[in-house]
Each structure stands twice: as structure tokens, then as C-alpha cells.
């Protein structure tokens, strides 16, 4: 059994960004040696491909919530459609379920062509280009099954995202020693930036270059905006085809025959469409509940959260059930999915472990809800695509670059868990900007003020929240275990985001966004408690 993890939580963000567990015994050098060593990784074809695979990584996730958000209310949908659509992005949520699988099962001809990193990695990346093609071939506003058929694309594309960034952190880890993992973490945060940035600022500035706006839809402006962005992914696809398979990958061994890991994946599969299944089949028993209830957003989230617990619950007994009948062999499931998660119960004892795994799915809530209905907000307040486009997802992107650079500094300088809670205060309390900026309209410096706080204090947020989570994993289930927080960490949030439209048709954009500052309040309490768990353990 490791030793806990308690005393990482001094590491640097950057460090910890990587999942490096090794470099804080690392021998000091002076000054002009780490300056050289730090130039001469600049030149190292490892730190390049990170850069690119980061781009690759940055792409999807905007096609999904803000550039999808605008060009769906362009088209005439309601709020609160729009923002249903954020939901697309679960995958990302979820990513744990099948994180393992990714890990150790073969795919037919591409892991023996390519590897097991590279093969599940190029798999993914084909699967994305797929999903943005088929997203840029429906026009919502075409009524009938488009938007379904739009709702599944979008879905596919979140899933064979959340799968590459599984690829894309486990090629990370064993591509490099300990001691160049902060340089690769850095090559790939700014690539995966710049592709925020391609996939944000710039697919909005193509939309409207082509002549799409609020008052004058084009689906044709989306429909080629998106396969452009599709063409964007040959960047991490050539990639991919030209770097090498990590040395470590080559020493692992697929433990079982084929025909266990077939059973494995219809196991999965099985749980998976109970959980499909159950959400979409009981949509109109609990439409019919919020209607004998009398609607309103909080009985409409509360009967949502039941109806996502109950799907989630039955998939889990299918995939149990299936398990105990022998549809796959019990140590291999075990050793796929409930090994890793028992380890962290067992380092941290089952009342700590709770409660951080409480904190990791609430700490990112005011600025993950909020930003789901951000662009929307701007839009509403009569900022054009540009305007959006360059204070959003330009300007505030740089700034939470910056914010990222402060909070690891102050992190290591002050502690982790002190700075978790500065950025805790932050992300909830500079919300209350945008109460502000509703009231006083079309503002534009007013609008630059909201995104810089804002932003400042996510990107803040963000590196002290990464190093945290980083120190809570065991070296040894690096990959399934950072799976499990990166997905918890939004999960609740981005359910909750995706009423975000219809909660504003209640209360309005003021109460809204007080509402995202009131939710954080809690977070400040699990912070402090988690503080004192962790000096006790320390």
C-alpha cells in the first residue's frame, strides 16, 4: 500500500498538472542549469508532440458549449434548449466507467499496427472528425428529428473526446521521466488553449465571416465553420501518425485472451444502454411528475437529479448482475474497476475519502454552471459574435493562462489547500460581476471587467485544484484514478448547467447569477474541513 498522498500537496501546480509523483526529491542545480535544461526541453520532439496532442485535445470541448450554445440560438431555439445541449458534454463526466477499458483492452489490427496508446488514440480522433462533420451536416433549425439527430452527434463527440483525453494523459505519463513531465504538462496546457481558442474565438469569428448572425441566420456560415474546425483535428492526427509508441506501453501485456475482453466490453455495453435506456424511456414519466408538481426550476432539478440517479443506479446493477452470472470473470472486473476505487477508501479511510471525493465534485460548481449560459447572457445583452469572440474566448482564455501561472505560484509558496480556498472565494464571489454587467446592458468595458475577474479567478482556481487532485492519486492507478476525479470534478456541475436556461426563465440573469455564487458557499466549508482532515493525516 503507498504511502498517502498528504505531503505532495506542497508540489507545484505544474508538476502536478503532469501526474508526476517523482521529481520533488529531484537534486537543486543552480540557477543557469535549470535555465539551460529548460531551453534545451523546449527542443525536444516529446515537448513538441505534447503541444500538438494538446491542440487536438482543446478543439472539441468549445464545439459543444459555447460555439454550439450560439449557433443553436441563432437558429431560433430557446434558452433553455440550448443549454439542455451542454449535457452532450457528460462524456466528459463519466469517462472513468470506460477509462479502464482503455487501458487494457486491444483493439483488432490498430493496437497491433500502432499500439495501445496510439491505436485507442487514433480511434478516438477519427471518432471526433466523424461527430464534427455529422454536427455540421444538420441544420437545427430544420424542425423534425434534426434536433435528435443533432442532440446524438453532439454526444458522440463528447465521447470520443473524453476518450482521447483518456489516450492523450496516459501517452503523457509513460511517454517521459518524472523530471520532464512539468514541461510536457506545460507544452500540452498551451496547446490545448490554443485549440480552446481556434474552436471558440475562432469558430465564431468564421461564423460571422460567413455572413451568419442573430438577425440573419445561415446555416451554411455553421455547417462550414464546423468543417473547418473538423479539418483543424488532422493537427493531432498526423501527430499521431509520425510519434512513437511510449517505451513503457511497449513492456505491458494484455493478461487475458480475447475472449475475456469481448465479454468485458458487452458487460459495459449492456450497463451502458440500461443507463440510455432508463434516462430517455422515462422522460415522459417525469415530465408528467413536473407537471402534477407544478414545474418551476427546483422541483424540475430535483425530479432530473432522481431521474439521473435511477439511471445510473440501474445500469450499475445490470453491469453487477451480469458480473455475478459469469457473463465475465470476476477478478478481471474487480481488477478493471473496483481495485482502483477501493485503494483510495483504504488510503484515506472511508470518512476523509468521502468528503474529498465531496469537494472534488463541488469545487468547480459556480464558474462550470455560470459558463454554460455565459455566451447566451452575451448575446442576450446585444454583443455580437466578435465582441464575444474576443473578449471571451480570446482575451479571457490569455487571462486564465496568467490566473493559471499566479495560482501555481501561490500554491507553492503558500500551500495547496490554502489556495484552494483563495480560489474557492473567488470563483463564487466574482460572479456577482455579472449581476452587475446584467443590470447595466450593452457595456463593453464593463463586459472586459467581468471576463478578466472572472477568468483571473477560474484559471486561479484551476492550477491549485489540479495539484490537488494530482496528489490524491496513487501512482500506481494513475490513469483510472484521475479518470475518476476529472469526471467527478464535473459531473454534477454540468447536470446542473444544463438548466441553467430555464433557471433564468424563472428568476432572470440577476438572481441566476446569484444563485452560482450562493451554491459555492458550500465549497468554502468542505475546503476548511478537508484542510483540517489532511494537517491531521499530514
Known amino acids: 500500500m503507498s504511502k498517502p498522498a498528504d505531503s505532495g500537496l506542497v508540489r507545484s501546480a505544474t508538476l502536478s498538472q503532469a501526474g508526476a509523483t517523482g521529481t520533488a526529491g529531484a537534486r537543486p542545480r543552480d540557477g543557469a542549469g535549470r535555465w539551460a535544461e529548460a531551453l534545451a526541453a523546449f527542443r525536444d520532439r516529446r515537448v513538441v508532440t505534447m503541444l500538438f496532442l494538446g491542440f487536438s485535445a482543446g478543439i472539441p ?8 450554445s450560439l449557433w443553436l440560438r441563432e437558429a431560433g431555439l430557446e434558452r433553455n434548449a440550448v443549454t439542455f445541449f451542454s449535457w452532450a458534454a457528460l462524456g466528459y463526466s463519466f469517462k472513468f466507467v470506460w477509462a479502464p477499458l482503455v487501458d487494457r483492452l486491444p483493439l483488432p489490427w490498430l493496437t497491433r499496427r500502432y499500439g495501445r496508446r496510439r491505436g485507442w488514440l487514433l480511434l478516438a480522433q477519427l471518432a471526433i472528425v466523424t461527430a464534427i462533420l455529422l454536427m455540421s451536416s444538420i441544420d437545427p433549425a430544420a424542425g423534425g428529428d434534426a434536433l435528435m439527430h443533432m442532440a446524438l452527434a453532439a454526444v458522440m463527440l463528447g465521447f470520443s473526446a473524453a476518450t482521447q483525453d483518456i489516450c492523450i494523459d496516459a501517452y503523457r505519463i509513460e511517454l517521459a521521466p518524472p523530471e520532464l513531465q512539468g514541461m ?19 469558430a465564431l469569428f468564421l461564423a460571422a465571416a460567413f455572413l451568419s448572425s442573430a438577425e440573419h441566420y445561415s446555416y451554411n456560415a455553421w455547417s462550414l ?24 506501453s511497449h513492456e505491458l501485456s494484455y493478461a487475458h485472451p480475447a475472449a475475456s475482453y ?39 432539478l430535483l425530479l432530473e437529479a432522481v431521474r439521473l440517479a435511477l439511471a445510473i443506479g440501474l445500469a450499475g446493477l445490470v453491469g453487477w448482475g451480469l458480473v455475478k452470472l459469469g457473463a465475465v470473470d470476476r477478478a478481471m472486473a474487480a481488477e478493471t474497476w473496483v481495485t482502483p476505487v477501493l485503494d483510495f477508501f483504504r488510503r484515506y479511510g472511508p470518512a476523509t475519502a468521502l468528503l474529498l471525493l465531496a469537494l472534488v465534485g463541488l469545487y468547480r460548481i459556480s464558474d462550470i454552471v455560470l459558463g454554460v449560459i455565459a455566451n447566451v447572457f452575451y448575446q442576450d445583452l446585444g454583443f455580437t459574435k466578435p465582441q464575444i469572440a474576443k473578449a471571451v474566448n480570446t482575451f479571457g482564455v490569455l487571462v486564465s493562462i496568467v490566473g493559471g501561472f499566479v495560482g501555481g505560484v501561490l500554491a507553492t509558496r503558500f500551500g495547496v489547500m490554502r489556495i484552494l480556498m483563495l480560489g474557492a472565494i473567488l470563483s463564487a464571489a466574482t460572479n456577482l ?4 454587467l446584467a443590470y447595466a446592458g450593452h457595456h463593453v468595458p464593463l463586459m472586459y471587467a467581468t471576463v478578466l475577474a472572472d477568468n483571473l479567478a477560474a484559471g486561479l482556481a484551476s ?7 494530482s ?44 444563485f452560482t455564487t450562493l451554491i459555492g458557499v458550500p465549497v468554502l466549508i468542505l475546503v476548511w474541513l478537508a484542510g483540517r482532515k489532511l494537517a491531521i493525516r499530514a
Not at 470541448?61 to 454550439?68: A, E, N, Q, T
Not at 492550477?463 to 487532485?469: C, D, K
Not at 476529472?486 to 440573469?509: A, R
Open 463 to 469: 492550477a491549485a485544484f489540479v495539484a490537488f487532485l
Open 184 to 202: 510536457l504538462a506545460a507544452a500540452y496546457i498551451v496547446g490545448y488553449r490554443t485549440g480552446m481558442v481556434t474552436s471558440g474565438a475562432g
Open 471 to 514: 496528489s490524491l492519486t496513487n501512482v500506481q492507478f494513475t490513469a483510472v484514478q484521475y479518470a475518476i476525479f476529472s469526471s467527478l470534478m464535473t459531473l454534477l456541475p454540468k447536470t446542473l448547467g444544463g438548466y441553467s436556461g430555464s433557471i433564468v426563465d424563472g428568476i432572470g440573469y440577476p438572481g441566476f447569477f446569484v
Open 433 to 436: 460581476a455579472f449581476v452587475g
Open 225 to 248: 465553420t464546423y468543417g473547418i474546425m473538423a479539418g483543424t483535428m488532422l493537427v493531432g492526427i498526423v501527430t499521431n501518425l509520425l510519434m512513437p509508441e511510449p517505451a513503457r
Open 262 to 300: 469481448a465479454r468485458l466490453v458487452a458487460v459495459f455495453l449492456c450497463a451502458a444502454v440500461a443507463f440510455a435506456g432508463t434516462f430517455f424511456l422515462s422522460g415522459e414519466g417525469f415530465a408528467a411528475l413536473r407537471e402534477a408538481v407544478g414545474g418551476g426550476a427546483l422541483p424540475t
Open 61 to 68: 470541448l468549445l464545439l459543444i458549449f459555447s460555439s454550439l
